[in-house]
């Protein structure tokens, strides 16, 4: 078993059909999924996922639009997730993503930046968590 990791493929990206795409480029990195969910968030479940950024100025933005459609929540395994996922998802602002990120694929702007990563193994656990039950984790 490896390091695990959680992701969220955001409301942009479902939206426009990338659910596919995306759960593609993570099998090719060799990233094994062990919980998968389609959900939506209410706008206090967004809030409490988000509440680290609280005192940020786009903090009301990101909960309205993640709340705003479905989400994909996912666990994904594999030695070095953590680092090995961010590499994969690319910069926050697609423009400066590279080619081959999920972001430089299928984001948007940095608002609407298709996927959530998790930056730390701390955070991978406590995000893990907020989505899935100990039944749902393989």
Do not use: W
Request: hydrophobic residues 40%; proline residues 2%; charged residues 25%.
């Amino acid at each position: 078993m490896g390091n695990r990791t959680f992701t969220m493929i955001k409301p942009d990206a479902v939206a426009n059909g990338h659910i596919g795409g995306i759960l593609n480029m993570i099998n090719e990195a060799g990233f094994r999924i062990v919980a998968m969910k389609m959900t939506q968030l209410s706008a206090a479940k967004a809030g409490e996922f988000y509440a680290v950024h609280k005192e940020r100025p786009f903090y009301g933005e990101l909960v309205e639009f993640m709340s705003s459609g479905h989400i994909v929540a996912a666990i994904l395994e594999k030695d070095n997730a953590v680092e090995d996922f961010r590499k994969l998802i690319g910069a926050t602002n697609p423009a400066n993503a590279e080619e081959g990120t999920i972001r430089k694929k299928y984001a948007e702007s940095i608002g609407r930046n298709a996927v959530h990563g998790s930056d730390s193994d701390e955070n991978a656990q406590i995000e893990g968590d907020f989505f899935f039950s100990g039944l749902e984790k393989f």
